[in-house]
């Protein structure tokens, strides 16, 4: 699976857009971009993913850039709640009985202030 | 619909016991993974089961540790003769059929060893 960079922490405050980056240089044409968090004390959760096409959903937004080597996980509206340890992970297409498993990285350490 | 569930949520256990920790998947899911979290380190893959067969186990340490996801019951990690470094936080994930195409992963809260 091709690499991601993230920076280690970023700080928001309250109810301010949140923009976490990640560089993924190396990505290939059939990986598509995934995003989890984990919140203190909890296990992972998905929150978005993408292949080309910017995303939306009820918890984030995924901006692509066109040449797929970057992307941007967006929180439109920080909470307190959000504060976290985000992780951007490529995942290729898989078929027949290729392992499914996730490769963490060391992900982004978000801190909202109130 | 019940998420996934772990248990214990904790467990403390001494130098050379067993651990077993169980993992529940979600309804319907019949792909379960083992991820393993070391004190200020990242979760790590250890292990991904369907049921009655291990798929992919190279995340797995070669000694003391073994899964298995039988066709009735939950999935079960085990490690024998425990060390102070297998403290560590234990998540499970599952997933529904895989179809040519990943599936999300939805998270169980864990299991916190801690070996004294």
């Known amino acids: 699976d091709a690499k991601t960079t993230q920076p280690n922490s970023m700080e928001s405050n309250e109810e301010e857009p949140v923009h976490l980056p990640c560089n993924h240089s190396?990505?290939?044409?059939?990986?598509?971009i995934h995003w989890y968090r984990q919140l203190p004390s909890q296990g992972p959760e998905y929150v978005i993913h993408g292949l080309t096409s910017n995303v939306n959903n009820r918890m984030a937004s995924l901006a692509i850039a066109e040449d797929r080597k970057s992307s941007t996980l967006i929180l439109h509206r920080a909470t307190l709640r959000d504060a976290a340890v985000y992780y951007c992970?490529?995942?290729?297409?898989?078929?027949?009985?290729?392992?499914?498993?996730?490769?963490f990285g060391t992900g982004t350490l978000l801190a909202v202030q109130p | 619909n019940a998420g996934v569930m772990q248990n214990p949520r904790h467990l403390v256990r001494r130098r050379g016991q067993e651990a077993r920790l169980r993992c529940s998947p979600m309804?319907?899911?019949?792909?379960v993974y083992w991820y393993r979290q070391l004190p200020e380190e990242g979760l790590k893959f250890m292990v991904y089961?369907?049921?009655?067969?291990?798929?992919?186990e190279s995340g797995m340490p070669k000694e003391r540790f073994s899964a298995e996801f039988p066709k009735e019951g939950p999935s079960i990690l085990r490690i024998q003769q425990v060390v102070r470094g297998d403290s560590a936080a234990y998540f499970c994930?599952?997933?529904?059929?895989?179809?040519?195409?990943?599936?999300?992963?939805?998270f169980g809260p864990g299991t916190r060893l801690l070996v004294l």
């Open positions: 992970i490529l995942r290729a297409l898989l078929y027949g009985g290729a392992t499914n498993k996730l490769i």
């Open positions: 994930a599952s997933s529904p059929e895989t179809s040519g195409r990943w599936e999300t992963q939805y």
């Open positions: 089961l369907q049921k009655e067969n291990i798929i992919d």
């Open positions: 309804k319907g899911h019949s792909h």
């Open positions: 190396t990505i290939s044409g059939t990986d598509y």
